[in-house]
Nanobody, 125 residues
Framework: QVQLVESGGGSVEAGGSLNLSCASS????????VAWFRQAPEKERECVAS????????YYGDSVKGRFTISRDNVKTMVYLAMNMLEPEDSAVYYC??????????????????WGQGTQVTVSS
């Protein structure tokens, strides 16, 4: 069993930065790839980034490439999402999710075995 808790959301002006964290409990954290998804009102959920179990492979959605960075610390059982040059279009609830294979998880959110409760990110223009 893995429990995920996101933190770090908030309100920021366009061009600003936020750092999201996803804390995991459970001994099997390093057995899972982890992804950050986001969902804005009336929009489909999208994967913004994922990281493999070891942390050596990452994926980024086209809309965030060059602006967001995902990382993980398997000792601390944490996953991070550094978000820079934020745009109003980045406003959404951000969720972290865990699944066996990060590459599959990035393409198919239904593959996630565990989800966090989400954290709100609001970017004003």
């Amino acid at each position: 069993q893995v429990q995920l808790v996101e933190s770090g959301g908030g309100s920021v002006e366009a061009g600003g930065s936020l750092n999201l964290s996803c804390a995991s409990s459970g001994r099997s954290f390093s057995s899972y790839g982890v992804a950050w998804f986001r969902q804005a009102p009336e929009k489909e959920r999208e994967c913004v980034a994922s990281v493999s179990r070891s942390g050596d492979s990452t994926y980024y959605g086209d809309s965030v490439k060059g602006r967001f960075t995902i990382s993980r610390d398997n000792v601390k059982t944490m996953v991070y999402l550094a978000m820079n040059m934020l745009e109003p279009e980045d406003s959404a609830v951000y969720y972290c999710a865990a699944g066996t294979h990060a590459a599959v998880l990035a393409k198919h959110s239904d593959y996630a075995a565990y989800w966090g409760q989400g954290t709100q990110v609001t970017v004003s223009s």
